[in-house]
């Protein structure tokens, strides 16, 4: 694991830190979730819910997941067996890997990915077979005939990240149909990671790879609590899949954490059938957010394109006369006082990234605008 010794994300915070420049690199938000459902694991705690829940997750969280799936997506999920509760999607998308990869199986990610898919890859001895996204009429996307390439006899599982961290593209129900013929033709395993589920602009529709005929027999859909209700450090996620999928998954979770804490549980399990009210707000108050974000990019020199989801803006440096994000990332603090993430860093082939730069729009307007006065130096060096 040396290669993953240090993250991107430890040294910008950190940079953040000793500069006192703003943090727009990490994507958390610096508001709180639906404050019900805060109450809700106060009262779970206060109450006495203090010790190891059930292995498979507090059976009224999975009943709920079950349901908010049934009613957004129609999938039907039995909560006893084809629903498991994880320590975030992070602990999810280990756990499928290292349950369904042997060493030596390869599995597709499309490059930018999220940093801790490359990390369960490895962690299985699988092999990562990266199929790039790349900017096209303002959005990243990927060559349906690049991703037809990228399969081989030993593929086992294609990863699928929509809406996407870190560029913000939702995939289109074309581009789910060309994923979900390939996993068809080729028996792949489906691992969607659906976090920013909920978190779509501009009437853009999340639609669940799953959803697609042939398709739910063969994936495993993550989402978590997490970003749908800023509760990041909450980690609490969950699995969907068929039984057989499920129970591989949940023995290798056992092992690795046993079970999820029990007080985010009930809180969550509350949030998912009674505060997807507060989640509509918070859609449109992060789609206010990415425009706002946005138009100070713009103003202060930066190629924007515009994400149809997630926290994230990602930006080209070369119209600022800069070619290496990594470099630009580093001395933003001292230009402008703001850190943010270079893109680079989420490829196994950096060049196809090299120039873009990720910025986080989930923080308050102040701290939004003040970035954006900070950032409008860049424009008169
Ligand atoms: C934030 C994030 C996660 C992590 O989710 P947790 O529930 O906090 O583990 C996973 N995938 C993507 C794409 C994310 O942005």
Redesign the pocket.
Known sequence: MREFGTTVFAEMTALAVRTGAINLGQ?FPDTDGPPAMLERAAAAIGGGLNQYPPGPGMPELRQAVAEHRKEHYGLVYDPDGEVLVT???????SATVLALCEAGDEVLVFEPY?D?YAAAIALAGAVRRPVALRPVDGRFAFDPDELRAAVGPRTRAILV?SP??PTGTVFTRDELAAIAALCQEHDLIAIT?E??EHLTYDGVEHVPLATFPGMRERTVM?S????TFSA?GW???WVCAPPALTTAVQSVKQFLTFTASAPWQVAVAYALRHELDWVAALRRDLSAKRDRLMEGLSAAGFGVLRPSG??FVQTDIRPLGFADGIAFTRELPELAGVVAIPTQVFYDRPEFGRHFVRFAFCKRDEVIDEAATRLAALGRR
């Open positions: 994507g320590v975030g999607a992070t602990e999810a998308v999220y801790s990240n996407h961290n990671d976090v920013y993550i978590s609590a997490g970003k990041t980690k609490t996620g997630t926290y």
